[in-house]
């Protein structure tokens, strides 16, 4: 790839944006609705298209910078110093990764009506794939949703829950089964609109409820025109392998810049801190802290990075990728852990943003996949790869 742009430029004035526009603008984040008034979102996403850095993660044809994935692992972890910074840029989920669906798979008419104006961020989008008990979680295999031809059209019925963004999105990905068949698993583009479709509730969870929250819904006989599916039918499970290979890792990006940001908050309080005669941050205990933690955090940047790098060149990192985000997700909460302790009552209280990060980060581990299914994966390829495992 040919780099046409100056990406420590690029980071630089992103890290600025965040630290002088977005941070100032968490104390606005109000914890009874879990999100930042959209007054104050829409003031700082109309600056920022002014500085020329909406949806940066974008190809140069749908109005991004053509970055690489590993230029886009600097910028996003930039944005990830704030929990509201990704939404500000157009680069949150779903949106991102519904975005970079969209374009390896939807038809022209597909991205004119739906693609397009999520770029532009006139919409929000949603992507319903986890269910209730006894239906799809970490294993795919028991989804209940499914779909039926009539005609010229499909016909959905099924029942999914927390469906990030889902409240006031115009779209939703539906992942489902096609005539109650895994093997044709598919996915479907349902307009929100559509009759038979109950957004049921914005389910209450633990931190941030971002843009649209995170929500159950109901698909009763929902009729949508064939035109609607994503791809062909039995394509379900590769295209969500196109999706959340890459919206795995740029959790990780931002989980990075997270970590750091709390890090440098509690290396703050920790140099100015008086505790039985000399600062917090010359005790050897609390040393060993930020030791450990620094540690963590360059292991999962390393880690990161490197599934990055494979994915540039154009191969399908399984394991790494699956390394990345369980390790990543697990360093993050440790971290954050630590940065709280240092900080003692201080870091618990809302007079830090740490117990903010801490709440958001416990959902790190089960979200895109929980900690133990991607050890299954890691295991799994190593025991059946004939290759040199060390290549």
Not at 43 to 59: A, D, F, M, N, V
Not at 98 to 108: G, V
Not at 209 to 237: A, D, R, S, Y
Not at 252 to 257: A, L
Request: glycine content about 8%.
């Amino acid at each position: 790839m040919v780099q046409n742009y100056d990406i420590d430029k690029i980071r630089k004035k992103i890290r600025d944006i965040v630290n002088e526009v977005i941070i100032p603008a968490e104390s606005k984040f109000d914890f009874k609705t879990g999100r930042i008034p959209l007054e104050e979102v829409q003031r700082i996403r109309s600056y920022i298209k002014e500085e020329g850095l909406w949806t940066p993660h974008l190809p140069k044809e749908y109005g991004g910078l053509g970055l690489s994935l590993l230029d886009t692992c600097l910028i996003f972890s930039e944005m990830g110093r704030s929990p509201i910074a990704p939404f500000m840029f157009n680069c949150d989920a779903p949106d991102e990764g519904n975005m970079h669906l969209l374009i390896e798979a939807a038809t022209p008419e597909q991205k004119e009506k739906y693609l397009y104006p999520l770029i532009e961020g006139k919409i929000r989008s949603g992507f319903a794939m986890t269910e209730p008990p006894p239906g799809a979680g970490s294993d795919p295999s028991t989804l209940q949703t499914n779909a039926e031809e009539e005609g010229d059209y499909y016909i959905i019925n099924g029942h999914k829950w927390f469906c990030t963004g889902a409240n006031g999105a115009s779209f939703l990905i539906v992942f489902s089964k096609f005539q109650n068949s895994f093997r044709k698993s598919s996915m479907f583009i349902v307009p929100t609109d559509t009759p038979g479709y109950e957004m049921v509730r914005e389910i209450d969870v633990m931190g941030s409820h971002g843009m649209g929250g995170h929500c159950e819904l109901l698909f009763k006989n929902v009729k949508i025109p064939k035109k609607n599916i994503l791809g062909k039918i039995g394509q379900g499970f590769r295209l969500s392998q196109i999706r959340l290979g890459p919206a795995r890792l740029t959790h990780c990006m931002r989980w990075i810049g997270l970590a750091r940001r709390s890090l440098e908050i509690a290396k703050e309080y920790a140099k100015n801190r008086i505790v039985f005669g000399q600062k917090l941050s010359e005790h050897e205990g609390i040393q060993w802290m930020f030791s450990e933690s620094l540690t963590e955090i360059e292991a999962a940047w390393t880690l990161t990075m490197n599934a990055a790098k494979k994915l540039d060149e154009g191969k399908n990192p399984r394991k790494e990728l699956s390394m990345a985000k369980y390790y990543t997700s697990e360093m993050l909460c440790r971290v954050i852990d630590r940065a709280m302790q240092i900080c003692g009552s201080h870091g618990y209280s809302r007079d830090l943003p740490l117990e903010w990060f801490y709440r958001d980060a416990r959902a790190a581990r089960y979200a895109d996949g929980p900690t133990e299914v991607h050890k299954m994966v890691i295991a799994r390829e190593f025991l059946t790869d004939h290759k040199n495992d060390w290549e």
